[in-house]
């Protein structure tokens, strides 16, 4: 009996060993699945433009199309790639914030993401709420949030009709943004998962879009992303900002 107390405190260490050794796993492994999702996620914002360019350098070869329009809608492509790389290189550091107004930002990412709809999509997106709202932030990176989040509510919808609604507006709690969509919903199981690095419901989801944002609204800009609803034909997300 004697020996109890001792072997107590000898299963208690090897207790917070193992926990220790667990949540070590745990970090590794998440990082482990940003570094992939990165990879890809690089990977897959290239590849539109990169093979866009490809297109057009072909056609020029072939002079089948008006030289004027293919160098504009490669300088587009440029721009794109050059976007890309400056999203990447402020995703990893505390990038200078400056004043921004957000139904520009919303308008320029709507016109981006109706552009790429297909044509026989019935999906429609419209903004509600105060025009004249500014913030301190960054450009290009609250740009690829908002955008991460329309593409999951066109994914959502898939390709029947549907309505992508943002409302903004200013609130006693801050600046609010909501985002919503008519899709199928996200099980209640899942609202906090959905912003993990490596959680996906699509097969070949990467699980990197929704944990993007989150570090982009939370960490970088100081406010906060959650799911406010979420059932088949209504899912809002809503962003907040001191």
């Known amino acids: 009996l004697r020996w109890m107390p001792y072997l107590e405190v000898g299963f208690g260490i090897v207790f917070i060993v193992i926990i220790l050794w667990g949540m070590q796993l ?17 990977a897959h914002q290239l590849g ?10 072909k056609l020029l070869r072939e002079e089948k ?28 550091s505390q990038p200078k914030l400056k004043e921004i107004v957000v139904s520009e930002l919303i308008s320029e990412v709507t016109d981006y993401m109706k552009n790429r709809l297909p044509n026989q999509s019935g999906v429609e997106i ?3 709420g105060n025009s004249n709202i500014n913030i301190q932030g960054d450009w290009v990176l609250l740009r ?49 998962n959905i912003f993990r690095p490596g959680h996906s419901s699509k097969p070949r989801g990467w699980g990197l879009g929704l944990s993007l ?9 100081g406010g906060s992303v959650k799911v406010l609803q979420s059932k088949p034909g209504k899912t809002i997300f809503r962003l907040y900002f001191p």
């Open 26 to 42: 745990i970090r590794r492994s998440e990082k482990n699945l940003i570094y992939a999702g990165m990879a890809r996620e690089t």
């Open 126 to 128: 419209n903004f509600t």
């Open 213 to 221: 944002t989150q570090r982009i609204i939370e960490e970088i800009h």
């Open 65 to 92: 199309e008006d030289q004027t329009t293919l160098l504009n809608s490669m300088d587009q492509d440029i721009l794109r790639l050059s976007e890309i790389s400056e999203r990447f290189s402020k995703i990893g």
């Open 48 to 57: 539109t433009p990169v093979s866009s360019l490809m297109g057009w350098v």
């Open 144 to 192: 690829w949030a908002v955008e991460n989040l329309m593409k999951n509510a066109i994914d959502a919808m898939g390709t029947k009709n549907g309505v992508i609604s943002i409302d903004l507006r200013k609130t006693e709690a801050g600046i609010q943004l909501d985002v919503s969509d008519t899709g199928k919903g996200i099980p209640r199981v899942d609202w906090k």
